[in-house]
């Protein structure tokens, strides 16, 4: 019944994206100014992907600090595992959110990497979740999940700081060269914004299958090394 | 439509890392279900 459930989460998350992308390629006009910048309005179509990539995982490295909390007061391994789970699903959304700007990068800058703010910002945060990976498989057992736990919890606040504060500074906003501000007065038509939120909803579902079949596989794997002992 | 193809590269790359992230923890899953949980 769960297995089935998973499977059907992963079938609507699945066709979602593949309307999202049919849509986008074929219904999605190019960016006037995008054009007008670049040379390219085709290239602001990236955001159906670089953009729910990077809101999903900021929003998820909050979401496992709240199921840090939660173990912290319970200290049941099922809020461990669904935290660990969360973290290493949200990663993987950075690192292809990173990949894609990147990519973005090379088009509209002529460049992979600029050490612009929000790359800059970034790559703060892959660095913070990589250590905790690490940190996560080098601490003994009975100590993992506590430890886990406060990470999480302090990584969110950093992040927070990442991806919400550090780059509206006016000071950075004036340096940066990342295009959110075209967005965020409305230079993109309300056909992006419709594919954006197909795309957004898709991703998330599949997110969230991702974290509920890691979750699974981190609690049966502790079970069977249990049963082996 | 090659001014179309950053977007095409953008979402392949993307979709093709998060199928093989599915498929290998899928596979991780099948394995362990071999295993025989001992309350499963």
């Known amino acids: 019944m769960r297995r089935q459930r998973g499977q059907m989460l992963t079938a609507i998350a699945g066709t979602l994206l593949l309307v999202a992308f049919a849509l986008a390629f074929f219904w999605v006009p190019p960016a006037a100014e995008f054009q007008r910048l670049y040379g390219n309005g085709h290239i602001a179509k990236i955001v159906f992907v670089h953009v729910p990539l990077a809101i999903i995982s900021f929003v998820a490295f909050v979401v496992a600090a709240g199921f840090g909390v939660a173990y912290l007061r319970t200290r049941r391994l099922r809020w461990d595992a669904l935290g660990a789970a969360t973290i290493e699903v949200a990663w993987l959304y950075a690192v292809l959110a990173t990949v894609t700007g990147a990519w973005f990068s090379r088009l509209a800058w002529g460049a992979w990497w600029n050490w612009d703010p929000r790359q800059t910002t970034m790559f703060m945060v892959l660095l913070t979740y990589t250590a905790y990976l690490l940190v996560r498989g080098a601490v003994d057992e009975e100590r993992r999940a506590s430890v886990s736990a406060v990470y999480a919890i302090l990584g969110s606040g950093a992040s927070l700081m990442l991806y919400w504060v550090v780059p509206y500074l006016p000071a950075i906003q004036q340096v940066s060269l990342h295009p959110s501000g075209i967005i965020a007065r409305g230079g993109l038509d309300a056909s992006y914004r419709a594919v954006l939120a197909l795309s957004t909803l898709g991703m998330g579902l599949l997110f969230v299958q991702l974290v509920r079949l890691r979750a699974t596989l981190e609690l049966a794997e502790r079970r069977l090394m249990a049963a082996s002992r | ?40």
């Open chain 2, 1 to 40: 439509m090659p001014e179309a193809l950053p977007f095409f590269l953008a979402w392949l790359i993307t979709w093709l890392a998060l199928m093989a992230y599915l498929w290998r923890l899928e596979s991780r899953w099948r394995t362990i279900e071999r295993e025989e949980l001992p309350d499963d």
